[in-house]
T-cell receptor, first 114, second 109 residues
């Protein structure tokens, strides 16, 4: 089945130790998103790629970076995780020309910072 | 500013009907989405409304009133597996999604 796959599902890191989260998709969608979601809160958009065009949300901390080496893969790098970065990180994809622009989400990567 | 309001939590009984309301304020409007999110899992798409009226999909229906900036999700014949958070999201004129914090629905036997 075509899908969005995130790895790892669970990541434990120490304060300040860099982390990379990955996302791959077999849907051939041209838009990829990274969201941060904390418990009982709305998903917060960090970045999105429209094809190769990178879009950084104005309030995304500099501590977060992203790479999209090709259509299928996207990475989220957290350079120096703090306790406040503990959250679920959701990757999503969509087809921008599909009208409704429905997002398909991966299962998420839950980050714990010790 | 742009804003989505929905109740934090609702409780309903198995087999009953529940309506989850959502009001939105966005810069322009390109549709209203409902997603279901089980605890610790990713959101999954339920419905999309861009025109006024009711869209029915099995046990779930979604309604939109653009003039009132209002939508609701109606769940019928509730099952225990419907216990989840329901996220309302509106798409603005830049096709960006503005998300609500979700309504946690608790189903009791």
């Amino acid at each position: 089945d075509a899908m969005v796959i995130q790895n790892p599902r669970y990541q434990v890191t120490q304060f300040g130790k860099p982390v990379t989260l990955s996302c791959s998709q077999t849907l051939n969608h041209n838009v990829m998103y990274w969201y941060q979601q904390k418990s009982s809160q709305a998903p917060k958009l960090l970045f999105h790629y429209y094809d190769k065009d990178f879009n950084n949300e104005a309030d995304t901390p500099d501590n977060f970076q992203s790479r999209r080496p090709n259509t299928s893969f996207c990475f989220l790098d957290i350079r120096s995780p703090g306790l406040g970065d503990a959250a679920m990180y959701l990757c999503a994809t969509s087809r921008a020309d599909s009208g409704a622009n429905v997002l398909t989400f991966g299962a998420g990567s839950r980050l714990t910072v010790l | 500013g742009q804003n989505i309001d929905q109740p934090t939590e609702m409780t309903a009984t198995e087999g009953a009907i529940v309506q989850i309301n959502c009001t939105y304020q966005t810069s322009g409007f390109n549709g209203l989405f409902w997603y279901q999110q089980h605890a610790g899992e990713a959101p999954t798409f339920l419905s999309y409304n861009v025109l006024d009226g009711l869209e029915e999909k099995g046990r779930f229906s979604s309604f939109l009133s653009r003039s009132k900036g209002y939508s609701y999700l109606l769940l019928k014949e509730l099952q225990m597996k419907d216990s989840a958070s329901y996220l309302c999201a509106a798409m603005d004129s830049n096709y960006q999604l503005i998300w609500g914090a979700g309504t946690k629905l608790i189903i009791k036997p």
